[in-house]
């Protein structure tokens, strides 16, 4: 069975998903802690609710991004993971941190990537005037929501839709593909190879696996 880091800084409703997840059996993963950057962060109570351990670290302890990166990867290498899922963990990542779990760290971003890096994905699809909007799952690299590309899920942007109804109707399918891009990993089905996603020995194309529900 792998071992999960889950990094979190909100509401986690992703790691909600990963949890249920990892408990049917479905992912073949126990989650040993669940990290984040705020105090307040809902999510760690679903942690606790779950009986997994919980660790905050503050950027604000830390005087650069480097020396706080440093430390959140040793405090993330102390409980030895096979897999670190980053769950809507809103710091930028350096390489300090990046590259030491490269190959083993997996994001969930909020757009149909390359298309719309970075923050405020919602709103950005809809003044861009897109018929679809969707998230995306990606390996960790050091350039920002730009790792290789796991898998997709696309919704259609409605002409009525602002970001917040827009942002619901994209969570609901992160919450199906961030769970089967973490049992894909877990069943060694999943790897980096060459600057590549490979899933079950093909290399997926640039905009990953696309789920359709
Ligand atoms: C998600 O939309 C995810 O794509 C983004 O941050 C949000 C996290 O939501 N990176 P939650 O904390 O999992 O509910």
């Excluded at 609710?49 to 830390?62: G, M, P």
């Excluded at 719309?116 to 350039?143: C, K, M, P, W, Y």
């Excluded at 259609?156 to 109804?165: F, M």
Aim: aromatic residues 6%; contains cysteine.
């Amino acid at each position: 069975m792998k071992n999960i880091v889950v990094l979190i800084s909100g509401g986690g409703t992703n790691l909600q998903a990963i949890i249920d997840a990892c408990a049917t059996g479905d992912i073949n993963a126990k989650i040993s802690a669940v990290v984040s950057n705020k105090a307040d962060a809902f999510g760690l109570a679903r942690a606790a609710k779950a009986n997994i351990n919980t660790a905050i670290i503050s950027h604000k302890d830390y005087d650069d991004r480097e020396s706080f990166d440093i430390a959140l990867r040793e405090l993330v290498e102390s409980y030895n993971p096979d897999l670190v899922i980053c769950a809507g963990f809103m710091r930028i990542l350096t390489g300090a941190f990046v590259n030491h779990f490269l190959g083993r760290s997996l994001n969930i971003h909020p757009s149909l990537l390359p298309k719309f890096t970075g923050l405020n994905t919602h709103q950005r699809a809809i003044d861009a005037g897109e018929s679809q909007a969707g998230t995306s799952v990606h390996f960790v690299t050091e350039e920002l929501d730009g790792g290789p590309v796991v898998i997709q899920a696309a919704v259609p942007v409605l002409s009525d839709d602002n970001a917040q109804v827009l942002a619901a109707r994209v969570l609901e399918q992160e919450h199906k593909i961030f769970p089967l891009a973490a049992k894909w990993f877990c069943e060694d089905r999943l790897t980096l190879k060459n600057g590549k996603a490979v899933l079950d020995g093909e290399i997926l194309p640039d905009t990953g696996f696309q789920f359709k529900g």
